[in-house]
């Protein structure tokens, strides 16, 4: 479980996150939302280790991460997708399915087998450069490439940016899927709140670094001042 | 065949290509580490030749050549990962300016504690092969055990390298450290690690080229590197810094261009021809022979 406390980020003299906490709970979803520059990508930025938070603590299985650093976070389980995907166009989809699979002691042979039965569009574009896929098969390279170390937690950083609402709508389907089959405990980022509270079990809503409203995902979508002030979903 | 390979134009050839390795495996050393880091090592010749001389002067000592060899690609390496450590991670996420300025400070001072230990006299290191051109009819083919062996060794690192960074796992994360070294490190890999073993391997790389270049005709001097440098990184210039294949391509075409002004236009030209040819593929061709322009940022 992921267990954020009271965590303040700045970025010099501006406060990214101010007292931002809550829990995710182990095999559930939990949405993160709000508008730009609310600290959602700083809170996932926090918790796997590339920012060093001002105070506060992130808690994996009650274990502090405070001073580890962000390549031995992903080794103890937590993959993260960053926004903008982070998959390295240079290499092909094979190599960038390989370097995931480094942080965690699978055989890389079967991992990769594993992830082309269950993404066979990758398995088809193996040997291509990640420069020539389309958006939707980036995300799911940059999925897959997250998945192939078996983490326990998964962070998922505005998956929907860019992406089509039919393919939006497949993708988190497939989040949902993926977390009910693997118990995987995610993280998800999102300005598109009305897909994301569709597969979350909970919802947390940032405004301008502070928590503003959490709990499950159902109540939050059903709060009329939380739809029309924090998430867009009322015109 | 015999007469075609005493030809004038295979002369130059050859010349040109025993020439040429060195100038690749120097561009190959810079481009490891600019690849990775973004530096471009000034000192990366002299820290060359630091290694050779530690190596080789083990050979008065009783110590076989291949020993020495041995020894100076590996004090290389250590001093790579050891100036990497010490000069240049302070550096990270400053000005691009300030690595350089650095690296061309320890330059001289490689160059003066050398002078100081070894002295600044020529010392000449035996070649571990015969030196003497073989002949055909009583015309010489410039080709003799010692340049193939020069231009074997040349080639098998080279591919050495390129099998490293294509498929070991090491290679891999050193790509992916020095292409995103962010997403590399969500990743798992240890970013640092992998520069200073960038670092590492292009000072192996460079220090095999002073080993070469000290057992020829050149000898070992302290100064004896500098001139192979700019050559070196006027290579990896013309074949694109972000281009490994392309600092070996200009490499040879350098040591070419060298011989073929030298044979058919003047000797007075040919130390210009460095330049000639920067200033020609920077016109034509800026961003490197081998250079693809990928969009990143995906």
């Known amino acids: ?235 | 065949m015999g007469a075609f390979l005493a030809s004038n134009f295979m002369h130059n050839i050859f010349g040109g290509l025993a020439q040429g390795v060195i100038y690749s495996l120097v561009a190959l050393s810079l481009v490891i580490i600019w690849q990775s880091t973004h530096v471009l090592n000034f000192a990366q010749g002299a820290m060359a030749m630091f290694a050779t001389y530690v190596g080789l002067t083990e050979i008065g000592r009783g110590v076989g050549y291949w020993w020495c060899v041995i020894i100076s690609v590996v004090v290389g390496m250590a001093f790579g990962g050891i100036t990497e450590r010490v000069l240049i991670r302070p550096l990270y996420g400053k000005p691009e300016i300030n690595p350089i300025v650095v690296m061309v400070g320890f330059l001289g001072v490689i160059e003066a504690v050398t002078a100081g230990i070894w002295t600044s006299t020529t010392r000449n290191i035996p070649a571990p092969f015969s030196q003497i051109y073989y002949q055909y009819r009583g015309r010489l083919i410039l080709l003799s055990p010692f340049v193939i062996f020069q231009i074997a060794l040349a080639i098998g690192i080279m591919l050495f390298v390129a099998a490293l960074f294509r498929y070991t796992k090491l290679g891999l994360q050193l790509r992916a450290a020095a292409l995103a070294p962010e997403v590399a490190r969500l990743l798992g890999v240890r970013v640092h690690r992998m520069l200073t073993i960038g670092w590492m391997l292009s000072a192996g790389v460079g220090a095999v080229a002073a080993v070469i270049i000290a057992s020829g005709n050149f000898g070992l001097f302290p100064t004896d590197m500098d001139g192979v440098f700019v050559a070196g990184f006027i290579a990896a210039a013309v074949g694109g810094l972000e281009s490994p294949m392309g600092a070996i391509a200009g490499g040879l075409l350098l040591g070419l261009v060298e011989q073929f002004i030298l044979a058919y236009w003047s000797p007075s030209v040919a130390p210009l021809s460095g330049v000639i040819l920067l200033v020609v593929a920077l016109m034509v061709r800026p961003q490197g022979i081998f250079t693809r322009s990928v969009n990143r940022r995906v």
């Open chain 1, 1 to 235: 479980m992921i267990r954020v406390e009271k965590l303040s980020v700045n970025y010099g003299a501006i406060k990214a996150l101010s007292d931002v906490s809550f829990n995710a709970t182990p095999g559930l979803i939990t949405a993160v939302l709000g508008a730009n520059g609310a600290g959602k990508t700083t809170l996932l930025r926090t918790i796997s280790g590339l920012v060093t938070p001002r105070s506060g603590n992130v808690f994996l299985d009650d274990r502090s991460l405070l001073k580890t650093a962000a390549e031995d976070i992903a080794r103890m389980g937590v993959g993260h997708v960053p926004e903008g995907r982070g998959v390295i166009a240079e290499m092909t989809v094979d190599e960038n399915l390989r370097l995931g699979a480094l942080a965690s002691k699978i055989n890389i042979a079967e991992g990769l087998e594993a992830q082309y039965q269950q993404f066979p569009v990758l398995g088809d574009r193996r040997k291509q450069y990640a420069s020539t896929l389309s958006g939707g098969e980036r995300q799911m390279l940059a999925m897959s490439r997250a998945l192939i170390a078996q983490p326990k937690v998964l962070l998922l950083d505005e998956p929907s940016l860019g992406l089509a609402p039919l393919v939006t709508s497949e993708l988190m389907k497939s989040i949902r899927s993926l977390c009910e089959s693997k118990q995987l405990t995610v993280i998800l980022v999102e300005q598109n709140a009305k897909s994301a509270l569709k597969i979350a079990h909970d919802a947390v809503v940032l405004h301008l670094g502070t928590v503003v409203a959490s709990g499950p995902a159902n109540e939050v979508a059903a709060n009329d001042n939380l739809r029309r002030y924090y998430l867009g979903l009322v015109q």
